[in-house]
């Protein structure tokens, strides 16, 4: 069975730095990878996801993560974050093929300071 | 397109209850996911329903339950609730099986308190 882990429950890093939220996970098998982003009060969205082709994937509001299959890594990174993206991350995996679940991580906060 | 749609937001439920959640999918989906947000837990996957049958089982007691109907609409139930099962109930739903690499769309979720 596949798992996420997000070593970094909680990440504080001023405006306009840059930031690295990150993501391993474990499967001897291919496998899909998630960022998902969960705002104070609502349902979790979709930030980007790699499936295949090249590692560096990009997703909405400025982010961008690399899958590293020899590392087994999925970090997320934003090269100047805002107040706006003050929120928790949600790193998910899935073996691909067949009805295989999405197992998510425990999530990063990420506070934003001005 | 309207997005997922959950009712109720709030419940407040007593231990031993039994209670009923609803979760109504973007059209043209027909895979719901159900799971479960506790602090410091992250999301536990519940189940999956696609055409109206499970296709995937969390590891969670017999006491929670789910089902799909025609519509793709979905419930879950939780029978003898337990103060343990205070949590945020979140649905998901997608076009096809979510394993196929298919975004989830997630809605804002149920908050279940028990007392």
């Known amino acids: 069975a596949q798992s996420v882990t997000q070593l970094d429950s909680q990440v504080p890093v001023f405006e306009e730095a840059p930031v690295e939220l990150r993501c391993n996970y474990s499967s001897s098998v291919s496998v899909y990878l998630f960022w998902y982003v969960q705002y104070p009060n609502q349902g979790l969205q979709l930030l980007l996801k790699y499936l295949s082709g090249s590692t560096l994937v990009k997703g909405i509001n400025g982010f961008e993560a690399e899958f590293n299959k020899s590392q087994t890594s999925f970090h997320l990174r934003k090269p100047s974050v805002h107040i706006s993206d003050t929120a928790e991350y949600f790193c998910a995996v899935t073996l691909s093929g067949g009805y295989q679940k999405v197992t998510f991580g425990t999530g990063t906060k990420l506070q934003v300071i001005p | 397109k309207a997005g997922v749609t959950q009712t109720p937001r709030y419940l407040i439920k007593t231990r031993g209850q039994q209670v009923t959640l609803s979760c109504s999918p973007i059209?043209?989906?027909?895979?719901v996911s159900w799971y479960q947000q506790t602090p410091g837990q992250g999301l536990q996957f519940l189940f999956e329903?696609?055409?109206?049958?499970?296709?995937n089982k969390g590891n969670f007691p017999g006491r929670f339950s789910g089902r799909q109907f025609s519509n793709s609409r979905s419930e879950m139930n939780v029978s003898t609730l337990e103060l343990g099962d205070s949590a945020l109930y979140l649905c998901?739903?997608?076009?096809?099986?979510?394993?196929?690499?298919?975004?989830?769309?997630f809605g804002p979720g149920t908050r279940l308190l028990v007392l």
């Open positions: 998901a739903s997608s076009p096809t099986v979510s394993a196929q690499g298919e975004t989830q769309y």
């Open positions: 059209s043209g989906h027909r895979s």
């Open positions: 329903y696609f055409s109206e049958t499970q296709r």
